[in-house]
């Protein structure tokens, strides 16, 4: 039968994964994200305002990488931190990003903000 109603509906998207930090906190990921110690939002990213993590380290730049959803792949950003954002990707040698370099992170990658706090990335 034809479809006779065609409206569009925006709907959430389901939850993407999940941020394991070192901290033994858990943040969903369903959207973009600015991790840091003061993490402060000044535009969208791909689109969509991200959410702020604060993780309370001192030697975490205030808005040290951002996690940036294109379609339905995360990737992280390192925001121009001082003591740098590294990402281990399964079966990879380590990777130290430059300042706004993204890579996209596949189920198990680790990321080390600044040499003080890690992240696992699991899927949903």
Not at 49 to 75: N, Q
Request: charged letters at 20%; aromatic letters at 4%; hydrophobic letters at 40%.
């Amino acid at each position: 039968q034809p479809i006779l109603d065609r409206t569009h509906m925006l709907v959430p998207r389901p939850l993407l994964g999940v941020l394991r930090l070192s901290t033994n906190r858990l943040v969903q990921l369903t959207g973009p994200l600015v991790i840091g110690r003061q993490p402060s939002i000044a535009a969208p990213v791909e689109g969509e305002m991200p959410l702020a993590v604060k993780v309370d380290h001192s030697e975490l730049s205030r808005s040290h990488a951002t996690v940036a959803i294109v379609d339905w792949v995360a990737y992280i950003v390192d925001n121009g931190s001082m003591n740098g954002t590294r990402v281990v990707v399964p079966g990879q040698a380590p990777e130290r990003l430059r300042n706004g370099e993204r890579m996209r992170m596949s189920p198990g990658t680790v990321v080390d903000l600044g040499g003080v706090v890690t992240f696992r990335y699991d899927p949903a």
